[in-house]
């Protein structure tokens, strides 16, 4: 599998439900990112999360960060109609030398909120 | 206000045909990078760059070239596309990477590119 996998592919709630989405990678981070796009529109960074911090808020997301089981969850509570998109997971790699900087993105979870 | 401008939006090609595509960010980002997504395949890296007149090949470099001869600025060519260059581009910009590693990527609105 590649770094930065999510989980569930797809995801398909009520507004006012909870979403969960899943990513799991492979190889020693420095931090991980999750990312919204719209679609067909460019990414829009939603929070980062360093590999030395466990849980992470912003507003209406939370993330966490399990660095010895290599993944990570973004929960999205009281979701609305307008958090329909995709969104993706990006491992920042720590290891040095030409992957200095460089982001890894998963293939995302499709996420779609009925209103 | 801040973005980074891909042009063009939409672009119809024929196999051999070479074409530019402009990436432009006001920022004052060091690091620009190249991305194309395909159906199952998600974000692929092609080139980025780490400042002015420093570029590295990203997981697909083949067939596409770059430049950065002014920081805001990183153009997208294809010297001679193929169908198998089909595909949504975009360019990324962030903050130094040397002194923030991996900071946050902000992207354009993307270049949806059809060679036939």
């Known amino acids: 599998s590649q770094q930065g996998e999510e989980d569930p592919q797809a995801l398909s709630i009520q507004e006012g439900e909870n979403a969960t989405m899943n990513c799991s990678y492979k190889?020693?981070?420095?931090?991980l990112q999750w990312y919204r796009q719209n679609s067909g529109r460019g990414l829009v960074h939603l929070i980062l999360?360093?590999?030395?911090?466990r849980e992470k808020h912003s507003g209406r997301l939370r993330v966490t960060l399990d660095t010895s089981k290599k993944s990570s969850s973004l929960l999205i509570t009281a979701s609305r109609a307008a958090d329909t998109a995709s969104y993706f997971c990006?491992?920042?790699?720590?290891?040095?030398?030409?992957?200095?900087?460089?982001?890894?993105f998963g293939q995302g979870t499709i996420l779609t909120v009925h209103p | 206000e801040a973005q980074v401008t891909q042009n063009p939006r939409y672009l119809i090609t024929v196999t051999g045909k070479k074409l530019t595509v402009t990436c432009s960010q006001n920022?004052?980002?060091?690091?620009m990078s190249w991305y194309r997504q395909d159906p199952g395949l998600g974000l692929r890296q092609i080139y980025y760059?780490?400042?002015?007149?420093?570029?590295d090949k990203g997981d697909v470099p083949e067939g596409y070239k770059v430049s950065r001869k002014e920081k805001r600025n990183f153009p997208l060519i294809l010297e001679s596309p193929s169908p198998n260059q089909t595909s949504l581009y975009f360019c990324?910009?962030?903050?130094?990477?040397?002194?923030?590693?991996?900071?946050?990527?902000?992207f354009g609105n993307g270049t949806r590119l059809t060679v036939t």
């Open positions: 990324a910009s962030s903050r130094g990477q040397w002194a923030k590693p991996n900071s946050p990527l902000h």
């Open positions: 190889t020693s981070i420095n931090n």
């Open positions: 999360i360093r590999s030395n911090e």
């Open positions: 990006a491992t920042g790699d720590n290891a040095g030398g030409t992957s200095y900087g460089k982001l890894t």
């Open positions: 920022m004052n980002h060091e690091y």
């Open positions: 760059s780490m400042n002015v007149e420093v570029t």
